[in-house]
């Protein structure tokens, strides 16, 4: 049997990846990225030669690379997943080749590492005890709003990712739903303009109602709680 290890790479800045994971790139018998070019610049950064087989797996060719990755493992071979950047399967390509490792009976190990959801959590200066990754919300409003109501009553904090172009929109209907509580928008993650802007929900989305955003962007919200929300205002939703 063989082996899939799931290996986080950086975020943005190149050296957030762990000593673990540079070994492991350089140990595995093959690689399915979701960039193939992406990807070598994270082996030419640190030093790691590629392996024999390199492949690309990505949305649009996920079910057939996932096949690829089970016919590599069920002939003994160890095989490492890696996105773009942080967790693959988690908002990124992944779940289909890991699920289907597991169903065919080989081990799945995941190797810590870099990933926007936590960095967002702890530069947010919002509770991090309990919390919900929600992902990317739907595009179309109506799906969008019925998204943001499911969590609207709960305590827990909340976070996005989200496109540059919608994250004024995304704003903005987070307030609509949940009333003007306390949130951070954060953009660019570890990179060299990175931006981290706290506030309440309100003055956040004036401040990014015109605002040209360039790269990444998460949204981090305080959940229903008195201490978060100004004035104590409930959701509106």
Request: aromatic share 6%; glycine share 8%; hydrophobic share 40%.
């Amino acid at each position: 049997m063989g082996t899939l290890y799931v290996i986080a790479t950086p975020i943005g800045n190149l050296e957030d990846i762990t000593l673990r994971a540079v070994r492991t790139l350089g140990e595995v018998d093959a690689l399915a990225c979701e960039d193939t070019r992406r990807t070598r610049v994270v082996l030419e950064r640190h030093d790691v030669p590629r392996p024999k087989t390199i492949f690309s797996y990505h949305e649009h060719n996920e079910r057939q690379a996932a096949r690829r990755v089970v016919e590599l493992l069920d002939s003994g071979r160890a095989v490492g997943l890696v996105s773009n950047a942080g967790y693959p399967g988690v908002s990124d390509p992944g779940y289909r080749a890991i699920s289907s490792a597991i169903e065919a009976g080989h081990d799945v190990i995941a190797l810590p590492g870099a990933s926007a959801v936590g960095t967002a959590l702890a530069a947010s200066g919002l509770p991090a005890a309990s919390f919900t990754f929600k992902g990317f919300p739907p595009k179309k409003p109506g799906k969008r709003r019925k998204f943001l109501e499911l969590d609207a009553a709960l305590p827990h904090t909340l976070i996005f990712y989200e496109s540059p172009q919608r994250t004024a929109i995304l704003l903005a209907d987070a307030l609509e739903v949940y009333g003007d509580r306390r949130a951070a928008v954060c953009v660019e993650l570890t990179k060299k303009f990175e931006r981290v802007t706290r506030g309440w929900l309100a003055d956040l989305a004036e401040e990014f109602a015109d605002a040209k955003i360039k790269g990444e962007v998460t949204v981090v919200i305080a959940g229903a709680n008195e201490k978060f929300m100004r004035q104590g205002a409930p959701p509106q939703a």
